[in-house]
C-alpha cells in the first residue's frame, strides 16, 4: 500500500482545459530513435503509460524543413506525412490514461539544415551553435520570416492535435530553441520591437502563445520550457531575468517548464550534479504565476518529490533520466514497493544515443529502446526454458543482472563469487570520486535477489573447472570481468610500449586495490571516457603532482556524449592536473617518460616518479577457455550450455554489460534464430 506521505504526489492537477491523473511528468528526452525507429520509441513510451505516469513527452520534435538538426536523429512534424508515425505515438502514451505531449522545436541558430540545405534563421546574424561547431552561419529574420515562423507554428499545433496529442511544449530551453534565442540577449541583438528591453524580446513567444491559442487552446494545453539561468555571463537570460520575465508573463502558458540553461548544466551526471540540483534556482518562481510548474533534478527519492511538491516548489515532478531507468517509478511509489525502484545512476549513458545517433541504452535498465525492437519489458521476463539450473560465475553488473533476471524466469540460480563483496567493478569504482550513485547497480540486484528463493549468492568462492563440473549445474554463465593492462596497449599501442623496469607502473586496479603512487606522476589516458579523468583527481587530492596526457584534442573525449567532458576538464584544472593534449606516451624510462606528438610525432619528455596507464582492459576469459577444452565432459556432469557474457567476453561501458547479462538471461533455452536479425527494425518506404 501506499504510504500517506506520498498521496500528494497522486492527486489530480490541471494544465490548462486538461487534468493529468497525478504530478508525475515525463519531460521531453531524446532516445536515439527518433524519426528513424518511430514504432521503437512509441512502445518505450508506452510502457511508461503503463508504468503510472500522468504526463507524457515526445522528443525534440522539427516542427518545420527550415530549422533541422542533422546529424542527430529526433522527430519530425514537417508535414502531414509524418502525423501517422506521431500518431502512433500519442495512442501508445495514452493507452493508461496518461496525457500526451509533443515538444515543438524550432532550432533557429542551433540547426545547421546539413539535410534540407535551408539558410538557417535565427534572431540575430551568427554562427551556428552546434555540438559539431558547423562551418554555418544564420541570416538574422525579418519581419516576414517571424510572420511566416509563426504561421509554421500554428501549423505544426494543428497537425499535432491531428496526431492526436493533448499538450504542446514550446522549446526555449537548454541554449536550443528558438524562444530562448528571442529572450537571451546573447542571442539576439536585434534593435527593432523584438530586441532591447525584456518585453521587447518576449514579444515574439507571446505572439506563438496567442496564435496558438487560438487555433487548438480550447482543447490542448500549452506549456513552456524556458531556460532557468545560461550562465553565460552579463548577455546571458539569468535566473533574475527568467523571474522578471515569468512576472511580466504569468499567465502566459498553461504551465511553466524549468530547466537550466545549457544541456549539459540541466543533465549533468550524477559525479558533478546532485539530485535536486536546481532546488535554488526554482524556488520563489512558483509564487510569481497562477500557473503551474514542473522542474527536473533527477528525481529518484518520492521523500524528495513529495517535499518539493508539499513546500510549492513544484506542481509537477519533471524525470527524464529517472523515468528511463525506472518506467515503472510512479506505480511502485503507488504500490508502496520503494525498494524495488531501479534508480538513476546519472551515468549518462542514455544521452549518447543521441550524441551518437544511435539507439540509446541505460545502465539500469537494459530493456530500454527495445519494448518494440526485442519485445522485452522491463518488469516482465518471457517464461522459463525446459532446463531448470544456472551457475552465474562473478557477480559484477553482467553476473547480477543475468541472475536477476534468469530468478524472474523461474530457473534455479546461484551465484558464486569468488571476492567478498558482490558487485566487481561497480562495487571498486563507486568509491571513486563522484561515483558514488554507480552503486545502485549492484544495490538494487543484489536486493531484487534476496527476495527470490530461487536465487543464492556464495561470496569467497573462487571456482575451478573441476567444481563447475561437480555441481552439476545445466547451465554456466562466465562473468568473471577484466582487469587493466599495465602494458599501454589500446589505441596509440597495439602491442606493448618500451617500458623500463625501474619506473613504477600503475594501473586503475592498483589504484582502487589502495596501491597509490607518489610525487611526480604522468597518466597517460588512451581510454577516453571516465576512468583517466577520476583517476587524476584521485592522485592529485592525495597530493600527487599530476600531468595527464592524451593523444586526444580534449581530456577524457568520450565524455563529450555523456554532457561532462567541460566538468571534468574544469575539475582537474581546479585540481591542479596539468593537461598534455595532443601528445601520447611513446616509452616509458626509468625516470620519466617519452612523450610523442600525437599529429608529428615530435618527441618530448616529461620527468617523474611513476606512470599510470589507462589504456585499455584484457577479459578474464581463462575459466572460459579451460571450460571449452573440456567440452566433453559435459555431458556427463549435466552441463547443457556454457556462456561468456559482460566484460568477461567484451570490456566496455557498465550499460554494455547489464545488457549482456539481461540479454543471456533472456535467450536461454530459446530457439536458435540462425542468421535472422535478433530486432525488429522499419525500413525507409521507397516513394
Not at 506521505?5 to 497522486?10: E, K, P, Q, R
Not at 511502485?332 to 544515443?353: H, L
Not at 543475468?402 to 569504482?429: F, M, N, Q
Not at 587530492?541 to 581530456?555: D, E, I, M, Q
Amino acid at each position: 500500500m501506499r504510504d500517506p506521505a506520498y498521496d500528494i504526489l497522486f492527486e489530480p492537477a490541471r494544465i490548462g482545459p486538461l487534468t493529468a491523473k497525478n504530478r508525475f511528468y515525463q519531460v521531453p528526452h531524446c532516445n536515439g530513435g527518433g524519426y528513424r525507429d518511430p514504432s521503437a520509441a512509441a512502445a518505450m513510451r508506452g510502457v511508461k503509460a503503463e508504468g503510472g505516469w500522468g504526463v507524457i513527452f515526445t522528443e525534440q520534435t522539427e516542427m518545420h524543413h527550415t530549422s533541422e538538426i542533422t546529424p542527430f536523429i529526433e522527430l519530425r512534424l514537417w508535414d502531414d506525412a509524418d502525423i501517422p508515425a506521431l500518431r502512433r505515438m500519442s495512442e501508445a502514451m495514452k493507452t493508461h490514461g496518461a496525457l500526451a505531449g509533443i515538444q515543438l522545436a524550432y532550432s533557429g541558430i542551433n540547426g545547421p539544415n546539413l539535410y534540407t540545405k535551408e539558410v538557417p534563421l535565427a534572431p540575430t546574424a551568427l554562427p551556428i551553435r552546434t555540438f559539431t561547431n558547423d562551418p554555418v552561419q544564420a541570416r538574422a529574420m525579418d519581419r516576414a520570416d517571424i510572420t511566416n515562423l509563426r504561421r509554421w507554428f500554428v501549423a505544426a499545433a494543428r497537425r499535432s492535435k491531428l496526431a492526436g496529442f493533448d499538450l504542446l511544449c514550446l522549446y526555449g530551453a537548454h541554449g536550443f530553441g528558438i524562444f530562448q534565442h528571442f529572450l537571451s540577449r546573447a542571442t539576439n541583438q536585434r534593435t527593432d520591437e523584438y530586441g532591447g528591453s525584456l518585453e521587447n524580446r518576449a514579444r515574439f513567444v507571446n505572439e506563438v502563445v496567442a496564435d496558438i491559442r487560438d487555433a487548438v487552446g480550447d482543447t490542448m494545453a500549452i506549456t513552456l520550457r524556458v531556460s532557468l539561468d545560461e550562465t553565460i555571463g552579463a548577455l546571458g537570460f539569468s535566473n533574475a531575468e527568467l523571474r522578471d520575465f515569468i512576472a511580466m508573463n504569468a499567465d502566459l502558458p498553461d504551465l511553466w517548464d524549468l530547466a537550466q540553461g545549457t544541456w549539459e548544466d540541466c543533465s549533468g551526471p550524477s559525479r558533478f550534479k546532485e539530485e535536486a540540483a536546481q532546488e535554488a534556482l526554482v524556488t520563489g518562481i512558483r509564487e510569481l504565476t497562477s500557473r503551474p510548474v514542473v522542474g527536473v533534478g533527477r528525481f529518484t527519492s518520492p521523500d524528495v518529490m513529495a517535499r518539493l511538491v508539499r513546500r510549492g516548489v513544484l506542481d509537477f515532478i519533471g524525470c527524464a533520466r529517472p523515468s528511463i531507468a525506472d518506467p515503472f517509478l510512479p506505480r511502485k511509489i503507488e504500490e508502496g514497493r520503494i525498494e524495488d525502484i531501479r534508480e538513476c545512476i546519472g551515468c549518462n549513458i542514455c544521452v549518447t544515443g543521441d550524441m551518437t545517433m544511435s539507439i540509446s541504452r541505460c545502465t539500469q535498465n537494459p530493456t530500454f529502446m527495445e519494448e518494440w525492437r526485442k519485445g522485452w519489458h522491463p518488469e516482465r521476463m518471457n517464461g522459463k526454458g525446459d532446463s531448470d539450473t544456472v551457475l552465474v560465475v562473478g557477480s559484477g553488473p553482467a553476473g547480477l543482472e543475468a541472475a536477476r533476471a534468469l530468478a524472474v524466469r523461474g530457473y534455479d540460480v546461484v551465484v558464486a563469487e569468488a571476492g567478498t563483496k558482490i558487485g566487481g567493478r561497480v562495487a571498486r569504482e563507486r568509491l571513486l570520486p563522484g561515483l558514488s550513485a554507480w552503486g545502485r547497480v549492484a544495490d538494487y540486484r543484489e536486493y531484487q535477489l534476496s527476495q527470490r528463493p530461487n536465487a543464492e549468492i556464495y561470496l569467497a568462492s573462487r571456482l575451478g573447472v573441476e567444481e563447475i563440473l561437480e555441481f552439476g549445474f545445466e547451465n554456466v554463465a562466465i562473468a568473471t570481468g577484466a582487469h587493466w593492462r599495465a602494458d599501454g596497449v589500446a589505441r596509440m599501442h597495439v602491442t606493448p610500449m618500451p617500458i623500463d623496469p625501474a619506473l613504477p607502473v600503475f594501473t586503475p586496479d592498483d589504484i582502487m586495490d589502495g596501491r597509490y603512487p607518489a610525487g611526480e606522476v604522468v597518466l597517460f589516458d588512451d581510454d577516453h571516457y571516465y576512468m583517466g579523468g577520476v583517476i587524476a583527481e584521485l592522485l592529485a587530492r592525495r597530493g600527487c603532482s599530476v600531468s595527464l596526457v592524451t593523444p586526444s584534442a580534449h581530456v577524457s573525449d568520450w565524455t563529450l556524449n555523456t554532457l561532462e567532458q567541460g566538468a571534468i576538464h574544469r575539475r582537474l584544472v581546479e585540481t591542479g592536473v596539468r593537461i598534455v593534449l595532443n601528445t601520447g606516451v611513446a616509452a616509458i624510462h626509468a625516470d620519466g617518460v617519452e612523450t610523442a606528438c600525437a599529429y608529428t610525432g615530435a618527441p618530448g619528455r616529461i620527468g617523474c616518479d611513476a606512470a599510470v596507464l589507462v589504456t585499455s582492459r584484457v577479459p578474464e576469459d581463462g575459466l572460459h577457455r579451460e571450460l571449452l577444452t573440456r567440452r566433453a565432459d559435459w555431458e556427463d556432469a549435466g552441463i547443457r550450455s556454457v556462456r561468456l557474457i559482460g566484460d568477461a567476453c567484451a570490456p566496455g561501458p557498465i550499460a554494455w554489460a547489464t545488457y549482456a547479462g539481461h540479454r543471456y538471461a533472456r535467450e536461454l533455452d530459446m530457439p536458435d534464430i540462425g542468421d535472422a536479425l535478433p530486432f525488429r527494425r522499419e525500413v525507409t518506404e521507397l516513394a
